[in-house]
């Protein structure tokens, strides 16, 4: 489908797609009621105004209270000046900022060449993924930890080490810890400075918890962070990690630890072996895209909203699909499932093989994803990309211009430098650089003779030119810019009485 070609056009395309996206927003899934937002809010008051222990606070009528890090409190701080509506709404513009870095750092440039309309576009078919929309639905923090995650990636895939490189993972990992294993990327990449500073940062973060809060912390890293049962059961249908899945199927017993240690490692392997690939290409972005899917598989709970992780690798699988047809097929395919809520349908039984299949459907498209997930090639990326730039005629040389062999019954003449229409026939001055497109020089011992008209000496010069490769043919190629992540969502469910129906998970 092509673009709209007049600005009215344009206007009215987006506008009409926006308030589809609305009307579906607010009819179909089910929204969250800022649930976690409510539990961040709590706790923190609680703490701040009422002397109340950081992970004792119960958001009212049900069992969830805080599980992330203290030092994830800290951050949240300034909530304790606000009510809860001030709070929701700073929420909103503090994730509408992250996603708008987030596009700012991912989207393809055959998107931006749209200008607003691209971005538009882009913007309304974002909205209606899962992970996003609940994000939003529960005032989630997702988008925010994915903002600092690429704040680094990407000045660091384009060969800009910064001084502070690492400082966004750092904060990341210091406010819930699956981003951590970015930190092991930078390793693996061979970037031990970003590495340190980002463990540096994250280390530093929480000291500083613990200095604010000594109990908590001393709690937290004692007790909670090994019972998982704080977050939620491991079989709830949300849960779309390999710990979801072997508990669904152990359903109602108990998951083996043992399998899950196995297949953890099972992914971290394949994950090792793509990242080795993706750095081999020197596609250090496509690096950071499949650790957001690596994380996303091993993390013990992975709820639907966690999985924004999967959005680098989905802007990865689009901008190759540009090229390649197919891929954008396979792109279409996937975004549609993701914005489904198709889990959903197995929320009160999961068993046999269309359970099996339809429950982790998320499990399946992010491992499928790790596993072919096209890296290790050259790509465009923002906000670093080079120039790209058209192939012009080089500057007049001041060297003798060369002759063209003459042609039989014709005489020939020496013949200036041509304008930047005609292709380049003369001989580049010693000690100049070369031209970016093809020159076709005539040898220097050619005979003189009559000239030729300028129709001939371009359909001559034509046929002497190497030919072209198909693939070079439309511009010059792609600059290579790489150097070198409460209730959980559900989409037509009823409403539960409570906002995350018996009680299956807590804020996370």
């Not at 060449?113 to 639905?137: I, K, M, Q």
């Not at 406010?175 to 280390?203: D, E, H, M, Y």
């Not at 802007?315 to 390649?324: K, T």
Request: one cysteine or more; glycine letters at 8%; proline letters at 7%.
């Amino acid at each position: 489908m092509r673009a709209p070609r007049t600005g009215r056009g344009r206007l009215l395309s987006v506008l009409v797609l926006a308030t589809a996206v609305a009307v579906f927003t607010a009819t179909v899934p089910l929204l969250r009621g800022w649930f976690d937002l409510r539990v961040y809010h709590g706790a923190v008051d609680a703490w701040v105004h009422h002397g109340g222990r950081l992970y004792d606070y119960r958001v009212p009528g049900t069992a969830y209270g805080f599980t992330y890090p203290p030092f994830a409190a800290v951050a949240m701080l300034p909530m304790a000046l606000l009510g809860l509506h001030a709070a929701v709404a700073v929420g909103l513009l503090v994730n509408l900022a992250a996603t708008a870095s987030v596009l700012r750092a991912l989207l393809p440039d055959r998107v931006r060449a749209h200008g607003w309309y691209g971005v538009a576009v882009t913007v309304c078919l974002l909205a209606l993924l899962e992970p996003v929309r609940d994000t939003f639905s529960f005032g989630q923090v997702n988008l925010v930890l994915l903002a600092l995650v690429l704040g680094d990636a990407v000045p660091l895939a384009a060969g800009r080490e910064r001084r502070w490189a690492g400082t966004g993972i750092g904060l990341a990992a210091a406010i819930k810890l699956t981003p951590a294993i970015f930190v092991v990327l930078l390793l693996l990449a061979g970037r031990r400075r970003a590495a340190a500073t980002a463990a540096g940062v994250a280390l530093a973060a929480t000291a500083l918890a613990a200095r604010a809060a000594p109990d908590a912390s001393r709690f937290y890293w004692t007790e909670a962070v090994w019972d998982t049962t704080r977050v939620g059961r491991l079989s709830y249908v949300s849960n779309q990690s390999l710990q979801g899945v072997l508990a669904r199927l152990a359903e109602p017993g108990v998951p083996s630890r043992a399998a899950w240690a196995l297949a953890a490692l099972a992914v971290l392997a394949l994950w090792v072996r793509r990242v080795r690939r993706a750095l081999a290409g020197d596609d250090l972005l496509g690096a950071f895209a499949l650790t957001g899917l690596a994380a996303c598989l091993v993390s013990p709970i992975t709820w639907v909203h966690h999985l924004v992780w999967l959005l680098p690798s989905l802007a990865i699988l689009v901008e190759s699909g540009l090229r390649r047809r197919r891929l954008l097929r396979l792109a279409g395919v996937l975004y549609v499932l993701l914005c489904s809520s198709v889990v959903w349908l197995w929320t009160d039984d999961a068993s046999g093989p269309a359970g099996l299949v339809g429950s982790n459907a998320y499990v399946w498209i992010t491992l499928g994803l790790l596993a072919g997930l096209p890296v290790g090639q050259s790509r465009a990326i923002r906000p670093t990309r080079r120039r790209i730039t058209r192939a012009t005629a080089p500057a007049p040389s001041t060297a003798a211009p060369a002759i063209r062999p003459a042609r039989p019954g014709r005489p020939t003449e020496e013949s200036g430098p041509p304008d930047a229409t005609e292709a380049p026939e003369y001989a580049e001055a010693p000690g100049r650089a070369e031209a970016a497109a093809p020159v076709a020089v005539a040898p220097a011992d050619s005979a003189a003779g009559p000239a030729a008209s300028d129709a001939d000496v371009a359909a001559e010069a034509a046929a002497d030119a190497d030919p072209v490769p198909a693939d070079c043919a439309a511009g010059p190629a792609w600059a290579t810019g790489r150097g070198g992540r409460s209730d959980p969502t559900g989409s037509t469910r009823p409403a539960a009485s409570k906002p995350q129906s018996r009680s299956e998970r807590a804020s996370s």
